[in-house]
């Protein structure tokens, strides 16, 4: 029948993309981007590459020493944040391709 539809073996890249979730130029760039975003949002409070146990520690014992100024240091790195997440996320919704039925 011509409109049957037949699963060929994938090749080997294709697996491989399938793996990475895509290219692997292009899944190795992404990840580099992310990288050093999340290296910047890391320094940015105070984690250092080459001791990381020592950062982990020191920003749980600053956090202690705040005290309830914690909450309102949270909060406000909350609402930063969420001045940007919540309305692209919102975006994506209205605008973005509908996903399966």
């Known amino acids: 029948m011509p409109d049957d539809v037949r699963d060929l073996p994938a090749s080997q890249s ?5 793996f990475l979730g895509g290219s ?20 940015a409070i105070g984690f250092d590459p080459w001791n990381i146990i020592h950062s982990i520690r020191l920003l749980f014992q600053r956090l202690w020493d705040l005290g309830f100024d914690t909450i309102n240091w949270l909060w406000r790195y909350f609402l930063l944040g969420a001045v940007i997440v919540i309305p692209v996320w919102l975006l994506s919704r209205l605008f973005g391709t509908p996903r399966g039925r």
């Open 24 to 43: 692997p130029l292009s899944v190795a760039f992404r990840l580099i981007l992310l990288s050093i975003l999340v290296g910047v949002v890391l320094a």
């Open 14 to 18: 294709d697996g491989l993309y399938r």
